[in-house]
């Protein structure tokens, strides 16, 4: 229904400009469709109404005021507003959950009086009414509500009929309690298949009850699914540090992140996050910015170098000069590319509703005309009009309404226990069309954390000796590179007499009295032929390494090398391999180096390869892929990779990741375990598969047995019997899905 507001007019703006608003009262994707109908019909205005994110994305010309769309849409029986990013998002589930309880507490005992003669008590149809009125008037209030607003815009939905049904069986109901022998208190539901020409009227309550409660289940999952779409944008947006320690007039002063001042010096200490975006004033640390580059190694920043807000400040005070404050940070950018990428238009499996546009019509005249072809065969109105109820019942859409959302049920139930999330039905209909899938390196095919995978020591030196002499010079540090060497070289460890970190070459320590320096290849100085060749072919496979010198007389001498690497996963080759054989193009975008990207990629047996590219990159990658025309999906677990999931047709999150990427993609995986994506393809095109045979034979069904009731040949209850047994195959099919069996371990 239209809401009533009050605005100030908003004045006309230049030029064509992009205009969001929040669309209220939706109940199917024909509701989207006339809407946008309605908005193109302004001169100018072109408009995409999306039913899932229930936001209108318009492009209006100058003078077409905000204000004039916002009456648009209210003529057409919606309601609409600005987004307000300060106003909480409206619990939907919840109010259909509470009608559902409502509706399935009284239907019950309603449904097995009309089923169960021994339970027919004297007076039970009168209880029966009772029951069944709060149902239809207020557990059932959005189909009757929604099908008035269409009737006054001479248009039809599946809450048309619903309506229509419900009410022609309620008032039909209440007619013969109070007009013919059912409102006697000995009154038992006669049991035939067919109509008799001498029968009285009878009841129904229990397919009024049946219907609604049926329905409302559906619509309360559906609406569960539907609300997470809005939560990624949150969820990057509480990534950042909410409060920032400021230096002013050289005191340290801890304020709220709002009100930090452009050029201002703020202190980050070890641990925390870095507040904004800045450029580091004083000290030396290592910064953990894989959330932004999904770069594995935490990179060494020393004055003059430049932090990204919302990163991890690994090591070292850092003092830092704010350049870039709210909406210009990266993390809003990143936020701003999700929330783009989420309006795009999803397609939104929409088939009931497609089939209601013809469907419900031809229904209301069938019944129309069944009443009058009876009355005009000398029949009487009793017959006659109950055979009409019987075609609204039986056309009363309650399989083709569960068809999706019990499906839905059991395929997520089944992921859920083995470890995959799915987030709605439009997610299934992307894992069944997508030929090419992008994947993250890190912590995706990667473990996402440092690890000693070789120690090469010089001739005379044990492994033993190297591993404890690199360890105990790192255990002074805090840089994650030297925690990976220390818990390699165990409890091992020699005595630590002296240390020194040195940025951007390493660390300088005293080892039971004797000088040992772990450093960057680079800062080592002229290497023995053997050590160097070691180096380079480290680097040649990506791997991170680092040179141990050690006193030798007045120098320092190498004494091996110890090299790190983010390590493949146990499963990833297997994984992809199995991609491969559900027809699917595997593609390694990474925010990595190339060198370190082409040697994962080698390993697991991938051969496209994207490296070195930025959160915008990968969206750009995105584009690019499904620009050739396939749909593809992306597999992530960071920040980095929370705007390329949601771009993407269909986005895989992994359980280690953050929030940021969980939110933004359908579906999310709560192993680390690239084999269970393989599994949640499996499932999503096996759910999506017993969908469409539900809609099949929902459909086939009605058009099977609307003849039947027209013709008399079924009575309302037997036509209410069968419309439950639509609904109770719908639902034992989407059992089966139960069955599923994953392939990951």
């Known amino acids: 229904m239209s809401l009533p507001t009050t605005r100030t007019p908003t004045p ?31 001169d100018g205005v072109s408009a ?53 309880i409502l509706a399935a507490v009284l239907a019950v005992p309603v449904m097995a009086m009309a089923m169960i003669p021994a339970l027919q008590f004297p007076g039970w149809t009168w209880a029966s009414l009772a029951l069944a009125t709060p149902v239809y008037a207020w557990a059932g209030r959005r189909f009757h509500r929604s099908a008035i607003v269409n009737l006054r815009h001479r248009a039809t939905t599946m809450d048309t009929l619903i309506s229509m049904g419900t009410t022609a069986a309620y008032f039909y109901s209440l007619w013969a309690l109070f007009f013919t022998h059912a409102g006697s208190l000995h009154y038992t539901h006669p049991f035939t298949l067919t109509l008799g020409r001498s029968d009285g009227a009878s009841v129904y309550f229990e397919a009024v009850v049946g219907i609604i409660t049926f329905l409302l289940a559906g619509r309360w999952f559906e609406a569960r699914s539907r609300t997470q ?35 201002e010096e703020f202190v980050v200490r070890p641990g925390e996050k870095i507040a904004t975006d800045g450029v580091i004033v004083s000290g030396v640390s290592a910064v953990d910015e894989s959330m932004i580059t999904g770069e594995s190694v935490p990179v060494d920043k020393a004055p003059g170098d430049k932090v990204v807000g919302a990163t991890l400040n690994a ?171 220390v818990a390699a070289a165990g409890a091992e460890l020699g005595s630590l007499d002296a240390f020194e970190n040195v940025p951007g070459e390493g660390v300088r320590a005293r080892v039971d009295g004797v000088g040992v320096h772990v450093v960057r290849p680079d800062a080592a100085g002229t290497l023995p032929a053997a050590i160097g060749a070691v180096v380079d072919a480290a680097q040649g496979r990506g791997e991170t390494p680092v040179v141990v010198l050690r006193e030798t007389g007045a120098t320092m001498a190498a004494v091996g090398v110890v090299s790190l690497a983010d390590t493949v996963k146990d499963t990833s080759a297997a994984a992809i391999a199995r991609l491969r054989e559900l027809g699917l193009t595997p593609v390694l975008l990474t925010g990595d180096n190339e060198r370190a990207a082409r040697a ?96 099949f034979w929902a459909f086939a069904y009605n058009v099977a047995a609307i003849p039947l009731a027209a013709f008399g040949m079924l009575t309302p209850m037997i036509a209410g019997a069968a419309m439950a047994f639509s609904s109770v195959f719908v639902v034992a099919n989407s059992l089966l899905l139960r069955r599923f069996r994953p392939e990951s371990a």
């Open 12 to 42: 006309p703006r230049a030029g064509r400009d992009s205009v969001e608003l929040d669309i209220e009262g939706m109940t199917c994707a024909s509701c989207a469709a006339r809407i946008e109908k309605k908005l193109r019909k302004i």
């Open 600 to 695: 994962v990629a080698d390993t697991v047996g991938i051969d496209q390869v994207r490296a070195d590219v930025r959160p915008e990159g990968k969206v750009a990658a995105i584009a690019e892929l499904r620009a050739g025309g396939a749909q593809v999906a992306m597999v992530g677990d960071g920040v980095n990779d929370a705007a390329a999931l949601a771009a993407s047709d269909l986005g895989i999150a992994m359980g280690s990741g953050t929030d940021a990427a969980k939110e933004a993609a359908g579906i999310t995986l709560m192993r680390s375990d690239l084999m269970v994506a393989v599994d949640a393809i499996r499932l999503s095109r096996a759910t999506l598969r017993t969908i469409r045979v539900n809609l």
């Open 229 to 263: 779409a809005s939560d990624a944008l949150r969820a990057l947006l509480t990534l950042g540090a909410t409060r920032a320690t400021a230096l002013r007039d050289g005191v340290e002063v801890s304020i709220p992140i709002g009100h930090l001042v452009l050029g």
């Open 48 to 100: 995409s109404v999306n039913y899932a994110t229930e936001r209108a994305t318009i492009l209006a010309p100058a003078g077409v005021t905000v204000d004039d769309l916002i009456a648009v849409v209210e003529k057409t029986g919606y309601g609409a507003k600005l987004p307000d990013p300060t106003e909480p998002e409206p619990d939907r589930a919840g109010a259909l959950k509470s009608d559902l």
């Open 315 to 485: 090591n070292g005070r850092l003092v830092v000069r704010a350049t870039a404050l709210g909406v210009d940070t990266e993390l809003s950018r990143m936020a701003r590319m999700v929330e783009e990428a989420q309006t795009r238009k999803a397609p939104v499996q929409a088939l009931a509703d497609t089939i209601s546009g013809v469907f419900v019509p031809v229904v209301l005249v069938t019944a129309a005309l069944t009443l009058i072809g009876w009355l005009l065969a000398g029949e009487a109105v009793v017959f006659a009009a109950t055979a009409a109820v019987a075609v609204l019942i039986i056309a009363c859409p309650c399989a083709l309404g569960l068809a999706t959302p019990t499906a839905l049920l059991v395929g997520t139930g089944r992921g859920a226990r083995m470890g995959v999330i799915i987030a709605g039905p439009d997610v299934l209909e992307h894992a069944r069309a997508i030929r090419t899938i992008a994947l993250d390196k890190t912590g995706t095919i990667t473990r996402g954390a440092l690890r000693v995978v070789g120690v090469t020591p010089a001739a005379g030196i044990s492994d033993a000796d190297l591993l404890r002499w690199a360890g105990t010079a790192e255990s002074g540090s805090e840089h994650p590179l030297a925690m990976a060497v």
